[in-house]
């Protein structure tokens, strides 16, 4: 059984940095994706940033240039390093492995979820 538990959630003023972070609990395809995904309120989820078992990653348009996927060596933690947040990041993000789709846009293909962290971003 795989859990995925996020953490770092918070509030911040416009301009402020959040680094969250999402433990692994259990066993999980090396060969598949990790990602990080975001429901902004009274809207639909959307793919934030995702890292392929490379090491490569891909990002939202949104969000290039101001977040950063990453894990460690071991994969056993994901994380998301967002700074120059704006009003626009305020959503609950999600945590999500297991996916044969390396792309923001193809959440629907992730097999595991978290139960995600609020982030507010006031101006």
């Known amino acids: 059984q795989v859990a995925l538990v996020e953490s770092g959630g918070g509030s911040v003023q416009d301009g402020g940095s959040l680094r969250l972070s999402c433990a692994v609990f259990?066993?999980?395809?090396?060969?598949?994706?990790m990602g990080w995904f975001r429901r902004p309120p009274g809207r639909e989820r959307e793919g934030v940033a995702i890292i392929d078992s490379h090491g490569t990653t891909y990002y939202a348009d949104s969000v290039k240039g101001r977040f950063t996927i990453s894990q460690d060596n071991a994969k056993s933690t994901l994380y998301l390093q967002m700074s120059s947040l704006k009003p626009e990041d305020t959503a609950m993000y999600y945590c999500?492995?297991?996916?044969?789709?390396?792309?923001?846009?193809?959440?629907?293909?992730?097999?595991?979820w978290g139960q995600g962290t609020q982030v507010t971003v006031s101006s």
């Open positions: 259990g066993s999980i395809y090396s060969t598949y994706c």
């Open positions: 999500a492995a297991m996916s044969p789709i390396c792309r923001p846009n193809y959440g629907s293909t992730f097999r595991f």
